[in-house]
């Protein structure tokens, strides 16, 4: 059987990211919604640097196969699954990432969603949602473990906060009026308590992916929940310059972004927020 170490090898060939190895050596990082998506393309980038990575999301079989995937492929990884917008699950998730590993290092706010409607069709009960999900779950994410980022045997060393938003929070799109609402709230409240948490040498950025590859902007068959329609997934494809043969920005081409971040090349900056886009906002 290979060794742990023939497997950290294996694993760092098979999804060769370019970009300086063991950047998160020691380091343990909560990602919320990272069973999929571009959370799961995070936690990939974030244990072939050297993480210990807190797999989170609703779907208990989705975070088990994730942390598994990693496991196999030499990385470190639990799976917590939680709904980030109950504090009791919110607070079990730190707790059980204390537990495991002792310390938490990094944060990065990924979990949310979009569900579309025209201002005029869009119910209360769909504008909360979003907001919630998206707004509220990150403020309450970091609420949670601010106790330990402030701990007082830091060996003075940064902290970081990772808050993934949009591009459809900085300029808008049709028929998204509460996710944009959501996402722009998330780059005022990122760049607010970047200020409250400077003093504690605490880093808060964000991350404002364009169109990803993922679940959410899959082409959407009849009876799906989540996906685009053929027209409009062409046409943000379109608007991608770096798009090529009709696919688009992959997770971890954001997971790139969320590194930096997260890394202590990031260590002089906060309150920054960067569009990982291919070139569709300049």
Same mark, same amino acid.
């Given at each position: 059987?290979?060794?742990?170490?023939? !497997?950290? #090898?294996?694993?760092?060939?098979?999804?060769?990211? +370019?970009?300086?190895?063991?950047?998160?050596?020691? +380091?343990?990082?909560?990602? =919320?919604?990272?069973?999929?998506?571009?959370?799961?393309? =995070?936690?990939?980038?974030?244990?072939?640097?050297?993480?210990?990575?807190?797999?989170?999301?609703?779907?208990?079989?989705?975070?088990?196969?994730?942390?598994?995937?990693?496991?196999?492929?030499?990385?470190?990884?639990?799976?917590?699954?939680?709904?980030?917008? /109950?504090?009791?699950?919110?607070?079990?998730?730190?707790?059980?990432?204390?537990? =495991?590993?002792?310390?938490?290092?990094?944060?990065?706010?990924?979990?949310? #969603?979009?569900?579309?409607?025209?201002?005029?069709?869009?119910?209360?009960?769909? $504008?909360?949602?979003?907001?919630?999900?998206?707004?509220?779950?990150?403020?309450?994410?970091?609420?949670?473990?601010?106790?330990?980022? *402030?701990?007082?045997? *830091?060996? /003075? &060393? $940064? +902290?970081?906060?990772?808050?993934?938003?949009?591009? =459809?929070?900085?300029?808008? !799109?049709?028929?998204?009026? !509460?996710?944009?609402?959501?996402?722009?709230?998330?780059?005022?409240?990122?760049?607010?308590?970047?200020?409250?948490?400077?003093?504690?040498?605490?880093?808060? /950025?964000?991350?404002?992916?364009? $169109?990803?590859?993922? *679940?959410?902007?899959?082409? @959407? @068959? &009849?009876?799906? &929940?989540?996906?685009?329609?053929?027209?409009? *997934?062409?046409?943000?494809?379109?608007?991608?310059?770096?798009?090529?043969?009709? +696919?688009?920005?992959?997770?971890?081409?954001?997971?790139?972004?969320?590194? $930096?971040?997260?890394?202590?090349?990031?260590?002089?900056?906060?309150?920054?927020?960067? #569009?990982?886009?291919?070139?569709?906002?300049?």
């Amino acid at each position: 059987m290979a060794s742990t170490i023939d !497997n950290k #090898t294996n694993f760092i060939a098979k999804n060769d990211v +370019k970009s300086p190895k063991n950047l998160l050596d020691g +380091k343990v990082a909560i990602i =919320t919604g990272s069973s999929r998506g571009i959370g799961k393309g =995070t936690a990939i980038v974030f244990a072939q640097q050297g993480a210990k990575v807190v797999i989170n999301g609703r779907d208990v079989k989705a975070c088990e196969e994730t942390a598994q995937e990693i496991r196999d492929m030499g990385g470190e990884a639990i799976a917590c699954p939680a709904s980030i917008t /109950n504090k009791e699950e919110v607070d079990n998730l730190v707790q059980k990432t204390i537990d =495991t590993y002792g310390k938490i290092d990094i944060l990065v706010n990924n979990a949310g #969603t979009s569900r579309d409607a025209l201002i005029h069709k869009m119910d209360d009960k769909l $504008f909360n949602f979003i907001v919630d999900l998206n707004l509220k779950g990150t403020h309450m994410m970091t609420q949670a473990v601010l106790p330990h980022f *402030r701990q007082a045997n *830091r060996n /003075n &060393e $940064f +902290k970081k906060i990772v808050n993934v938003a949009s591009i =459809t929070g900085v300029t808008g !799109n049709f028929g998204q009026s !509460n996710y944009a609402i959501a996402k722009s709230g998330v780059i005022a409240y990122s760049k607010a308590i970047a200020r409250e948490l400077a003093m504690d040498r605490i880093n808060v /950025n964000v991350v404002a992916p364009g $169109f990803c590859e993922t *679940r959410m902007t899959a082409l @959407k @068959k &009849e009876g799906d &929940e989540l996906g685009m329609p053929g027209p409009l *997934r062409n046409i943000a494809i379109s608007a991608t310059p770096f798009a090529r043969e009709g +696919k688009a920005g992959q997770p971890e081409h954001t997971g790139n972004t969320i590194l $930096f971040f997260s890394s202590e090349l990031s260590d002089w900056l906060s309150g920054q927020v960067v #569009t990982v886009d291919g070139g569709m906002y300049i």
